[in-house]
């Protein structure tokens, strides 16, 4: 690495850091002062309100880190153009690829790291997060459990198996539930396509019935519709809902895969699958599109100018990419296509500046 690539590196580098930290104080500022009434009124131990914020700040962090290399570049760049240290450079020979190279390097490094972090580091601590906040301080059901492929809870001597559950039809899909005794022996199985939530229980369809006595089936009974009475609230499920948003790529696509061959539509879990990859690239396409911002700007490119940028294309792209991947959620557009058409807007928008840049 030579002095000058080293030299802008450690500005960067400053910038970046200050950025993320800023993003993340503001974050948790917000989000603290959103749910500290809510906390309160569960009379929440001071402990479990810091564990909370102290598991979701890696979430955090991976969230805010494309607008923060977005930020960093355009202030690093404008920094340097405004002190004409870029002129200095160029008049020396050093063309502005040489100048970009370890921004877009950093970026790159950034974005590796943060799919990493989305495999290992996320999945663990937003569960944990997630147990914390809905069961230790809200005290919502704690025998509801989500696994790779299986939602599993227990009531008394009921124990239900669900292989999906569809949020916005209120329906659970492919479920299994057994009865029985107090030494566990199977008394009852009901197996049904799906069951609904009616607002005071479950109505389970196409539902076979099997009668068990000293550990052999003894009756077989097809039942279109039958009503079941759990404790198992529509809220304990939506706990669990967003177990699919904290997997990693590799954990996703097996759910899907199990999914797609029991039977099941995947295409929401398909594009989120997707996105596992393309969202941590958005820190690559930030730098990628605040270079020939800020080059462009000149020596007019201050710190308010870079702030302001930063915030107006950091949102726009957010906002660009929740449109186009609810539409591949919803089957709108093929998956693949809904997660990565934001990153590949923007990296033609950045193509486009920098062709059009004036050397």
């Known amino acids: 690495?030579?002095?000058?690539?080293?030299?802008?590196?450690?500005?960067?580098?400053?910038?970046?850091?200050?950025?993320?930290?800023?993003?993340?104080?503001?974050?948790?500022?917000?989000?603290?002062?959103?749910?500290?009434?809510?906390?309160?009124?569960?009379?929440?131990?001071?402990?479990?309100?810091?564990?909370?914020?102290?598991?979701?700040?890696?979430?955090?962090?991976?969230?805010?880190?494309?607008?923060?290399?977005?930020?960093?570049?355009?202030?690093?760049l404008g920094i340097l153009s405004r002190s004409s240290e870029i002129v200095a450079m160029q008049s020396c020979g050093i063309s502005l690829r040489k100048i970009a190279e370890p921004l877009l390097c950093i970026a790159f490094i950034l974005s590796l790291l943060t799919f990493f972090s989305n495999e290992s580091i996320i999945p663990q601590t937003s569960q944990r997060m997630k147990y914390i906040e809905q069961v230790v301080i809200r005290g919502k059901n704690p025998n509801t459990f989500f696994r790779l492929n299986n939602i599993w809870y227990r009531e008394a001597n009921y124990i239900l198996q669900a292989r999906l559950f569809i949020p916005?039809?209120?329906?659970?899909?492919?479920?299994?539930?057994?009865?029985?005794?107090?030494?566990?022996?199977?008394?009852?199985?009901?197996?049904?396509?799906?069951?609904?939530?009616?607002?005071?229980?479950?109505?389970?369809?196409?539902?076979?019935?099997?009668?068990?006595?000293?550990?052999?089936?003894?009756?077989?009974?097809?039942?279109?519709?039958?009503?079941?009475?759990?404790?198992?609230?529509?809220?304990?499920?939506?706990?669990?809902?967003?177990?699919?948003?904290?997997m990693g790529f590799f954990n996703l696509r097996r759910y899907t895969e199990k999914l797609r061959k029991g039977g099941y539509d995947a295409t929401r879990f398909l594009a989120q699958m997707h996105a596992k990859i393309s969202f941590p690239f958005a820190s690559l396409i930030m730098a990628f599109v605040g270079i020939p911002f800020a080059l462009r700007g000149g020596r007019s490119s201050g710190i308010a100018v870079g702030i302001g940028l930063s915030l107006a294309i950091g949102f726009a792209y957010f906002i660009l990419n929740a449109v186009l991947l609810s539409f591949g959620q919803t089957g709108i557009l093929p998956p693949v296509v809904s997660a990565w058409a934001a990153n590949f807007i923007f990296a033609l928008s950045a193509i486009w500046l920098t062709l059009t840049l004036h050397h």
């Open 1 to 76: 690495m030579t002095v000058l690539s080293r030299y802008i590196t450690l500005t960067y580098m400053r910038i970046l850091g200050l950025s993320v930290s800023a993003f993340v104080t503001i974050y948790l500022l917000i989000d603290f002062l959103e749910k500290i009434s809510k906390f309160t009124q569960a009379h929440a131990a001071p402990l479990d309100i810091l564990l909370f914020f102290l598991y979701k700040t890696p979430s955090i962090v991976n969230q805010v880190i494309p607008l923060a290399v977005l930020m960093s570049t355009l202030l690093t």
């Open 168 to 246: 916005e039809k209120r329906t659970l899909k492919g479920i299994t539930l057994w009865q029985t005794s107090d030494d566990m022996q199977p008394v009852r199985r009901l197996a049904a396509d799906e069951g609904t939530w009616d607002g005071t229980g479950w109505t389970l369809k196409n539902a076979v019935e099997v009668d068990f006595s000293g550990g052999a089936a003894t009756a077989f009974r097809k039942l279109p519709v039958t009503a079941v009475r759990l404790n198992l609230q529509l809220n304990d499920l939506k706990v669990w809902d967003k177990h699919a948003d904290d």
